[in-house]
C-alpha cells in the first residue's frame, strides 16, 4: 500500500514540473477595412423601354479573384447609339485612365466604338481593330461619367453578340498604380425596332391637325352608295356604280372629293386636299434617326381621265418632294367615260435625309372645270415611323443623305398640266 502512494506522488510532482514549463503563444490581428479609391456604378443611360430603340445594363463578377465590370448594351445595326452615362467612375482626387486591351468576337469587324472618359476621348475601336489604346488622364474629383458610342455595321445578324472590348482603368492611388477590369459587351437589338412619328386612321372621326379644303372630310364608313353619272358628254359605262368601300382599319376614313354623289361636279376647277407636316426627330434616346418609312392606303374611284380629273401623292421636304403618283388617273388621256375603281392600294417607302426636318403628306384630287364626270378619293391608316435597321439602296429610292431630289420630282406648286378653266366649255374636252 505505501508503495502505491509512493508512487502516486511521484506521478504528481511529475505533472506538476512539467505545467510549470508550458508557455501559451496568443496571437492578436486588427483588420481595418477601407474603401476602394475608385468606386463604379452603372449610369443612367442605359435605354428607354418606352422607345426600344436600345439597352444596356451594368453587372459584375467575381474572376480569379478580380471584380470584373461588364457593361452591356443592345443596339440596332447601322445607326450610331450614344449611352450617356453608360457608367459611372466616383473618387477622390484620383488620375484615372481607360487602356484597350483587346477585342474579340464572332462579328468584331463590324464593330465601331468609341468610348469617353469624362471629356476626354480615350478608346476607339474601328472594324473591330484598336486605333486608339488610350487617352489623356482624368482626375476624378467626385464623379465622372463613362460614355459609349457603338456603330454595328449590317455584316452582323440581328440578335448576337458582336464583340467584347477588353479594357482596364488605370488610376493612382498613395503613389502606388492600380487597376480596375471593364468589359464592353456589344450585341445587336434581335428585332428591328421602330418609332410611330405620326398616326392617323381617322378614328377619331375629325381631320384634327390636317390642312385641308371644303371637299376633303371623314366618314364611318359603314355601307355601300349607289353612285349615278348624269352629267356627260359622252355616255358613262357603267352610268350607275355602287360603291362598295370599307375602312382598311377601324370604321373611319377620309375620303376628298364632291360630298352630294347625286349632283353634278361643282365648278371652276378645284384642287382639293389633306395635307400633314410632321416633325422628325434627329435622334431617338440617342440613337440616330436615319430612316423614316410613310405607308398609307388610298383609293381612287373616276368616270373621268388623266387630262381632266387626276391625283397627287406626295411627299415633301422643303422644295424636294417624291411622287408616288402625279397627275395619275388609270383612264389615261382623253378616255373619260369608263368607270375605274383601283381598290385599295397600299404605298409604303423608306426616305433617308429628312431627320431633324419637317415633313409634309399631301393627299391632292384635282377635277376639271367643267361638272362631268364624277371623281373621288379615300385615304386611310396614315403612318410615319422611324425605322432602325439597315435599308438597302433598293428601298430607298426617295430622299437622300444630301437631301437631292429624283429626276421626276416637281414642287407641288408646279402646274402639271395647262388646262382651260372654263365652267360649261364641252369642247375644252378631248
Same mark, same amino acid.
Given at each position: 500500500?505505501?508503495?502505491?502512494?509512493?508512487?502516486?506522488? +511521484?506521478?504528481?510532482? $511529475?505533472?506538476?514540473?512539467?505545467?510549470?514549463?508550458?508557455?501559451?503563444? *496568443?496571437?492578436?490581428?486588427?483588420?481595418?477595412?477601407?474603401?476602394?479609391?475608385?468606386?463604379?456604378?452603372?449610369?443612367?443611360?442605359?435605354?428607354?423601354?418606352?422607345?426600344?430603340?436600345?439597352?444596356?445594363?451594368?453587372?459584375?463578377?467575381?474572376?480569379?479573384?478580380?471584380?470584373?465590370?461588364?457593361?452591356?448594351?443592345? /443596339?440596332?445595326?447601322?445607326?450610331? +447609339?450614344?449611352?450617356?452615362?453608360?457608367?459611372?467612375?466616383?473618387?477622390?482626387?484620383?488620375?484615372?485612365?481607360?487602356?484597350?486591351?483587346?477585342?474579340?468576337?464572332?462579328?468584331?469587324?463590324?464593330?465601331?466604338?468609341?468610348? %469617353?472618359?469624362?471629356?476626354?476621348?480615350?478608346?476607339?475601336?474601328?472594324?473591330?481593330?484598336?486605333?486608339?489604346?488610350?487617352? %489623356?488622364?482624368?482626375?476624378?474629383?467626385?464623379?465622372?461619367?463613362?460614355?459609349?458610342?457603338?456603330?454595328?455595321?449590317?455584316?452582323?445578324?440581328?440578335?448576337?453578340? /458582336?464583340?467584347?472590348?477588353? #479594357?482596364?482603368?488605370?488610376?493612382?492611388?498613395?503613389?502606388?498604380?492600380?487597376?480596375?477590369?471593364? *468589359?464592353?459587351?456589344?450585341?445587336?437589338?434581335?428585332?428591328?425596332?421602330?418609332?410611330? =412619328?405620326?398616326?392617323?386612321?381617322?378614328?377619331?372621326?375629325?381631320?384634327?391637325?390636317? @390642312?385641308?379644303? @371644303? &371637299?376633303?372630310?371623314?366618314?364611318?364608313?359603314?355601307?355601300?352608295?349607289?353612285?349615278?353619272?348624269?352629267?356627260?358628254?359622252? #355616255?358613262?359605262?357603267?352610268?350607275?356604280?355602287?360603291?362598295?368601300?370599307?375602312?382598311?382599319?377601324?370604321?373611319?376614313?377620309?375620303?376628298?372629293?364632291?360630298?352630294?354623289?347625286? @349632283? $353634278?361636279?361643282?365648278?371652276?376647277?378645284?384642287?382639293? &386636299?389633306?395635307?400633314?407636316?410632321?416633325?422628325?426627330?434627329?435622334?431617338?434616346?440617342?440613337?440616330?434617326?436615319?430612316?423614316?418609312?410613310?405607308?398609307?392606303?388610298?383609293?381612287? =374611284?373616276?368616270?373621268?381621265?388623266?387630262?381632266?380629273?387626276?391625283?397627287?401623292?406626295?411627299?415633301?421636304?422643303?422644295?424636294?418632294?417624291?411622287?408616288?403618283?402625279?397627275?395619275?388617273?388609270?383612264?389615261?388621256?382623253?378616255?373619260?367615260?369608263?368607270?375605274?375603281?383601283?381598290?385599295?392600294?397600299?404605298?409604303?417607302?423608306?426616305?433617308?435625309?429628312?431627320?431633324?426636318?419637317?415633313?409634309?403628306?399631301?393627299?391632292?384630287?384635282?377635277? &376639271?372645270?367643267?361638272? &362631268?364626270?364624277?371623281?373621288?378619293?379615300?385615304?386611310?391608316?396614315?403612318? *410615319?415611323?422611324?425605322?432602325?435597321? $439597315?435599308?438597302?439602296?433598293?428601298?430607298?429610292?426617295?430622299?437622300?443623305? +444630301?437631301?437631292?431630289?429624283?429626276?421626276?420630282?416637281?414642287? =407641288?406648286?408646279?402646274?402639271?398640266?395647262?388646262?382651260?378653266?372654263?365652267?360649261?366649255?364641252?369642247? $375644252?374636252?378631248?
Amino acid at each position: 500500500m505505501r508503495r502505491i502512494e509512493a508512487l502516486l506522488l +511521484a506521478v504528481l510532482l $511529475c505533472v506538476g514540473a512539467l505545467a510549470a514549463i508550458t508557455i501559451t503563444n *496568443v496571437n492578436e490581428w486588427h483588420v481595418q477595412a477601407t474603401q476602394p479609391p475608385v468606386k463604379k456604378i452603372a449610369g443612367r443611360d442605359l435605354g428607354n423601354p418606352a422607345y426600344g430603340v436600345k439597352s444596356g445594363r451594368v453587372y459584375s463578377s467575381i474572376e480569379d479573384g478580380l471584380n470584373v465590370t461588364y457593361v452591356e448594351v443592345s /443596339v440596332p445595326r447601322c445607326h450610331r +447609339a450614344t449611352f450617356s452615362p453608360v457608367l459611372n467612375v466616383s473618387g477622390s482626387g484620383v488620375s484615372a485612365k481607360l487602356f484597350a486591351e483587346s477585342v474579340s468576337g464572332s462579328y468584331a469587324g463590324q464593330l465601331n466604338a468609341s468610348i %469617353t472618359l469624362g471629356a476626354n476621348l480615350q478608346v476607339v475601336v474601328s472594324r473591330g481593330t484598336i486605333t486608339q489604346q488610350t487617352g %489623356t488622364p482624368v482626375t476624378i474629383s467626385g464623379q465622372t461619367s463613362l460614355s459609349l458610342q457603338v456603330a454595328v455595321g449590317s455584316g452582323a445578324p440581328l440578335g448576337v453578340e /458582336v464583340a467584347r472590348i477588353y #479594357t482596364w482603368l488605370y488610376f493612382n492611388y498613395s503613389t502606388a498604380k492600380a487597376r480596375q477590369k471593364i *468589359v464592353w459587351i456589344v450585341k445587336t437589338l434581335p428585332t428591328p425596332p421602330r418609332v410611330v =412619328l405620326f398616326y392617323d386612321g381617322f378614328e377619331s372621326g375629325t381631320l384634327a391637325g390636317w @390642312t385641308s379644303t @371644303t &371637299y376633303a372630310y371623314v366618314e364611318q364608313k359603314n355601307y355601300d352608295v349607289t353612285v349615278t353619272e348624269t352629267c356627260y358628254t359622252r #355616255t358613262p359605262t357603267p352610268r350607275t356604280i355602287t360603291d362598295t368601300t370599307r375602312p382598311v382599319a377601324g370604321s373611319w376614313l377620309a375620303w376628298i372629293g364632291f360630298g352630294n354623289q347625286v @349632283t $353634278c361636279e361643282p365648278v371652276p376647277a378645284r384642287d382639293d &386636299y389633306l395635307r400633314r407636316s410632321i416633325s422628325v426627330p434627329s435622334s431617338i434616346d440617342g440613337v440616330e434617326v436615319k430612316y423614316v418609312n410613310a405607308t398609307f392606303w388610298w383609293r381612287f =374611284l373616276t368616270w373621268d381621265s388623266a387630262n381632266y380629273d387626276y391625283i397627287t401623292l406626295s411627299l415633301s421636304k422643303g422644295t424636294t418632294t417624291f411622287y408616288w403618283k402625279n397627275g395619275y388617273n388609270p383612264n389615261s388621256g382623253n378616255n373619260y367615260g369608263p368607270f375605274r375603281d383601283t381598290g385599295w392600294q397600299r404605298n409604303s417607302t423608306f426616305f433617308s435625309g429628312v431627320a431633324g426636318s419637317t415633313i409634309t403628306l399631301s393627299f391632292l384630287l384635282h377635277t &376639271y372645270s367643267d361638272q &362631268y364626270y364624277r371623281s373621288w378619293l379615300y385615304i386611310d391608316e396614315v403612318y *410615319v415611323v422611324a425605322y432602325f435597321d $439597315c435599308i438597302s439602296a433598293s428601298q430607298d429610292p426617295s430622299l437622300d443623305v +444630301a437631301g437631292s431630289a429624283p429626276a421626276s420630282s416637281l414642287s =407641288l406648286t408646279s402646274t402639271l398640266h395647262t388646262r382651260q378653266d372654263n365652267a360649261t366649255c364641252v369642247a $375644252c374636252r378631248g
